[in-house]
C-alpha cells in the first residue's frame, strides 16, 4: 500500500479575540442582543487550499512568518481539524512538531517513555523491545528512573528526541523547532533526522533554513497567507521566494 | 460506519488510555507517606466527621446513621467527582491537545475511569466500617457493582456535556462547583425525605440522582435489592444523559482546539 497525503480545498479558521476569551455573562448578554459588537473576529490561517503528495516525495514548505506554514502542518496532522474541505492521508503519520510534546514532568523518564511511546502509537510489546536504545540513545542510563522535572535542559530534550525518533516513520512530519539538545548531541541527532528522512516514504517540512530545504526535498511549496503561491523543484521555486523577499 | 471508525480509533489508543489512568492514579500521591492510602483515608475521615456532626445534630442512632450517610455519600461523592473532574478535563490537557493528536474522547475517558476506580476502592474501605457496625451480609451486596456502572454512564453523560461546555465558558468550571452543591443539599445522601417538607419532598423527587442513591442505600442499609421501578428509572437516567453527552460531544468535539 502506497502512502499519500491528499488535501482537498482546505481552510482552517481561528477567531482572534480582542479582548479575552468570553465568559458567560457575555454569552447571556450576546444572546439578549444580538447587535452589539463581536468581540472576536475570524481569521483563516488557511483558505482553500489543495494539495496532493504522493509516495517518495520530499517536500518542503517556506514562507514568511505567520503565513499558515505549521497551522498545514498541524492539520495533517490531524490537530487541526478542517473547517471546510477534507484532508485524506494514507499511512501512518509520525510528527515531530516539537520536542518534549506529551511529557509529563512529574514522571520518571522511564514512565514517560511508556506515556510518550502510546501517543505515538506503539504498544506496550514494542516499547520493551525499544526501551533500551532509546535510553542508549539519549545517554540516559543513571537517569531514566528520576522524574523529568529534574532533568536539565539537555537531558530532556535528548530523551524527547530520542523517543520520538526511534520510529520507522511513513509519513514523517517535521517542524524546524524539532531539534536535539546539546551541541555534542547534535551530530548524532542531524545523523538521525537524515537516516529517518532517508526511510521515510513521505517527509513534509518546514524550515527557514533554504539551503537545507534545497538539500534535502524534492519538491518545495511556498505559502503565503494560507494560500500556495508557487509549487515545484527546489531551486526553482526558493529562487524566486528569494526574489521576491529582496 | 463512521461509528465503526471511531471505535477502531478508540481501540488503537487504549494504550494512551491506559497510561493515562495510570498518571492520574500514581501522581497525585506520590512523594506522599501513605500514598495510595490516602485515597481511602480521605474519603472515610470527611465521611466520619459528618457521620458524628449530624448524628448529634439530629439526634439519631450513630450506628445506623452511618450506614445511612455512608451508603448514599459514596454514590454521590462518586458522581459528583466525576462530573467535576470532567469539567475542567480538555483544560488539564490542553498543552497535550496542542501538541499532538488523541482522540478527543480519550480524555474525559481516562479522567472519569480513574475516579471511578478511586471510589470502587473506597467502597472497600466504607464497607469494611459498614460491616463492623452491622455484620450482616446479604446477597443484595452483589448488586453494588451494576449499581456503579448505571450510575457511572448516567455521571459520564453529564460530565461529557460539562467537559465540552466549559471549553466554550470557563466560567463554568466555577459554576459548576456551587451548582454541585446546591445539587447535594437536593439529595438526601444526610437527610430522609420522610423528614422534610412536602414541597422540598417532591423537589428531591424530582431530582435525578435521587435513585441512584436509593440503588446504594437499598443493598447496603435495608440488606435488600432496589425496587425494579428504581432500577428501571435510573437505567432511562443513565440511557438519557448518555446520549445527550454523546451528542453534544460528537456535535462540537472538532472545535474544542480551536477555543482552548
Known sequence: MSSFIFVQGLAIQFRIYHNRAPSLKEGFANLL??????????????????????????????????AGKSTL?????????????????????????EVGAGFHAEFTGRENLYLNGAILGYSKEDLSKMEEEIIAFAELEQFIDTPVKYYSTGMY???????????????????????GGDASFVKKATDRMHQLINKANIM???????ELLEQLCTRVIWIEEGAIVADGSPGKIISSYLAAKS | MKQINFILELYSYRNVLRQLIK???????????????????????????????????????????????????????????????????????????????????????????????DSLLSFIAIYTIIYLINPEISWSILFIPVAYLVLFIFAFGIGLIVSVATVFYRD????????????????????????????AASLIKLNPVTPFIELFRAPLFLNQMPQSGTIATCCIYAAVSMALGALVFMRYKNLIIYRL
Open chain 1, 204 to 210: 513534509v517540512m518546514v524550515s527557514h533554513q533554504l
Open chain 1, 157 to 179: 530534550l535528548r530523551l524527547a528526541f530520542a523517543i520520538a525518533t526511534t520510529v520507522n516513520p511513513d509519513i514523517l512530519i517535521l517542524d524546524e523547532m524539532f531539534s
Open chain 1, 73 to 97: 502542518l498541524k492539520a495533517l496532522c490531524r490537530i487541526y481539524e478542517p473547517f471546510k474541505g477534507s484532508l485524506i492521508i494514507n499511512g501512518r503519520v509520525s510528527p515531530l512538531l
Open chain 2, 172 to 199: 463554568l468550571q466555577h459554576v459548576i462547583s456551587i451548582l454541585m452543591q446546591a445539587w447535594f443539599f437536593l439529595t438526601p445522601v444526610m437527610y430522609k425525605v420522610s423528614g422534610v417538607s412536602l414541597e
Open chain 2, 23 to 117: 498518571q492520574q492514579l500514581v501522581l497525585r500521591y506520590r512523594r506522599t507517606v501513605f500514598g495510595y492510602l490516602w485515597t481511602l483515608i480521605n474519603p472515610l475521615l470527611t465521611m466520619s466527621i459528618t457521620a458524628i456532626v449530624f448524628s448529634a445534630l439530629f439526634k439519631m442512632d450513630f450506628r445506623s446513621y452511618v450506614i445511612y450517610l455512608f451508603s448514599g455519600l459514596m454514590a454521590w461523592n462518586c458522581f459528583c467527582s466525576i462530573v467535576t473532574q470532567l469539567s475542567g478535563v480538555f483544560i488539564t490537557y490542553e498543552s497535550l491537545i496542542k501538541k499532538i493528536f488523541i482522540p478527543k474522547i480519550i480524555f474525559p475517558l481516562a479522567q472519569s475511569i480513574g475516579t471511578l476506580i
Open chain 1, 33 to 66: 442582543k444580538p447587535n452589539t459588537a463581536r468581540q472576536y473576529e475570524n481569521f483563516y490561517a488557511i483558505k482553500n487550499l489543495t494539495l496532493k503528495i504522493a509516495s517518495g516525495e520530499r517536500v518542503g514548505i517556506i514562507g514568511a512568518n505567520g
